[in-house]
């Protein structure tokens, strides 16, 4: 497999809620953590389109023998993308 960049999916933006005084949009969590193809398409390996998404600062060329993806986002990481590097 080519080298991959890590994408993150975020959830949307929340609505304001005027009572607690949090701005629309002001923290957006990373829902899934994916892995895209550095080279072609716009696509995730799991195939998910990646417009809406994120790409990291975590470089997985930079941390060889490391997880693909950041370590604090293990418990989000895609299970269809982790497969097919696995694979």
């Known amino acids: 497999m080519g080298e991959i960049v890590v994408v993150y999916e975020l959830d949307k933006p929340m609505a304001k809620r005027s009572s607690l005084g949090i701005p629309a949009g002001e923290e957006r969590p990373v829902r899934k953590v994916h892995a895209a193809p550095s080279s072609t398409g716009p696509r995730t390996l799991c195939g998910k389109d990646t417009f809406a998404m994120e790409t ?32």
């Open 56 to 87: 990291a600062y975590w470089k997985p060329s930079e941390h060889p023998g490391a997880p693909w993806h950041p370590a604090e986002y293990a418990s989000v990481v895609c299970s269809d993308c982790d497969a097919v590097i696995k694979t």
